[in-house]
T-cell receptor, first 114, second 115 residues
């Protein structure tokens, strides 16, 4: 298995809703990442998990809450989002060679906040 | 400080003609450099990577890139464009120093392939 799987592919949520994005990989990668990508822009790093511990939080608002229950799974919990949070959310992982050997990205979750 | 500059925001080529997407980097030491491709509403796919081995790097789908330290460049090329190459391309440098490890993305180049 050489893929990062993200679910759901599309999500529409109201500003008062609570929802979660899920990311899964079975490549034995020990680093996992959440990125946010607005239209026509490069991805922006949100969080980095290394060996299931949060190692980088790029000053992301608390309405985004990451979780890494095990080495294969990464969640992003969403609560009280704003319309400007609408974006493509990408998950990625990197392997034993480290980040210098490249990431594997999932196909993303297209989030719309109404 | 490390950074990466993609010199063209849009490139248009005719099908069957060569592709050149330009990328310059700034780094205080030998960098790790990557090209990723993103088709509409999709995730990013690694095309190729330079990690201080051979300076001419071959990737998937006929793409290649040459690391030129003297010019601080890592341009992406393909001899003959195909319609399926139409996508957004990102040049990326890996920042790994002083306990900080992350990618620095270029602003992207949108490749249009004309029939």
């Amino acid at each position: 298995d050489t893929e990062v799987t993200q679910t759901p592919k599309h999500l529409v949520m109201g500003m008062t809703n609570k929802k979660s994005l899920k990311c899964e990989q079975h490549m034995g990668h020990r680093a996992m990442y959440w990125y946010k990508q607005k239209a026509k822009k490069p991805p922006e790093l949100m969080f980095v998990y290394s060996y299931e511990k949060l190692s980088i939080n790029e000053s992301v608002p608390s309405r985004f809450s990451p979780e890494c229950p095990n080495s294969s799974l990464l969640n992003l919990h969403l609560h009280a989002l704003q319309p400007e949070d609408s974006a493509l959310y990408l998950c990625a992982s990197s392997g034993r060679g480290g980040q210098s050997y490249g990431y594997t990205f999932g196909s993303g979750t297209r989030l719309t906040v109404v | 400080a490390q950074s990466v500059t993609q010199l063209d925001s849009h490139v248009s080529v005719s099908e069957g003609t060569p592709v050149l997407l330009r990328c310059n980097y700034s780094s205080s030491y030998s960098p790790s450099l990557f090209w990723y491709v993103q088709h509409p509403n999709k995730g990013l796919q690694l095309l190729l990577k330079y990690t201080s081995a051979a300076t001419l790097v071959k990737g998937i789908n006929g793409f290649e890139a040459e690391f030129k330290k003297s010019e601080t460049s890592f341009h992406l090329t393909k001899p003959s464009a195909h319609m399926s190459d139409a996508a957004e391309y990102f040049c990326v440098v890996f920042l790994g120093s002083s306990g900080t490890y992350k990618y620095i993305f270029g602003t992207g180049t949108r490749l249009k392939v004309l029939a």
